[in-house]
């Protein structure tokens, strides 16, 4: 990554809080969590919401280690083209994430394997965070799995329990990490499997 990669982020979460949803970027620690469940062999499409500078970006690639297809969805242009200039060879979409079934069929792309989310849950509607979640589980195989994060401060207030509602609603299984310290703010991973598609 660029040097001014963490200047940026903070520049982008002064100019817009709710639409980068974090202070600072999120940790190697919960970066590589989120990546774990990223299929070890094979060739896995992966998608990414929120890469934001590239924090997780980073660690998914080293994860998938040249195999398979990443596709990153950011809504912020300033950061979709940090991430195209310090990845090159990243498949970036300026969209919305709802929007991931028109962006796997313009790609020609089959289903996801993995979902792996950094996006502000928080702060949106719960109407946005189902129609979100609506996508994904239309888009994933039968065995896909979706990771994200909420901080600790946010897990038990009335907004994370919505998302969490939503969640349930979406997949068949969805489980938190322990805390994870070595984060600003401390974190948790959610990991979603199996999702429950709908018409």
Do not use: C
């Amino acid at each position: 990554m660029q040097s001014n990669s963490g200047a940026a982020f903070i520049q982008r979460f002064l100019k817009n809080p709710a639409q980068v949803g974090a202070i600072a970027a999120t940790s190697p620690a919960v970066s590589r969590r989120l990546a774990e469940p990223i299929p070890e062999t094979g060739d896995p499409l992966v998608v990414e919401l929120g890469p934001g500078n590239g924090a997780v970006t980073e660690w998914i690639l080293r994860r998938l280690g040249g195999r398979g297809h990443l596709m990153a969805i950011e809504i912020d242009p300033v950061f979709a083209e940090m991430l195209q200039r310090n990845y090159p060879a990243l498949d970036v979409a300026v969209a919305d994430a709802g929007d991931l079934a028109k962006l796997l069929s313009d790609r020609g792309l089959g289903t996801v394997d993995t979902v792996v989310s950094a996006l502000p849950w928080t702060t949106f509607s719960d109407e946005q965070t189902r129609r979100i979640l609506r996508a994904l589980a239309a888009s994933m195989s039968p065995d896909g799995v979706f990771t994200t994060i909420t901080y600790t401060t946010a897990r038990m207030m009335p907004p994370w329990r919505r998302v969490l509602a939503a969640l349930n609603d979406t997949f068949e299984t969805v489980e938190p990490s322990r805390a994870i310290w070595a984060n600003l703010p401390p974190a948790f991973v959610y990991e979603a499997r199996r999702p429950r598609l709908r018409a």
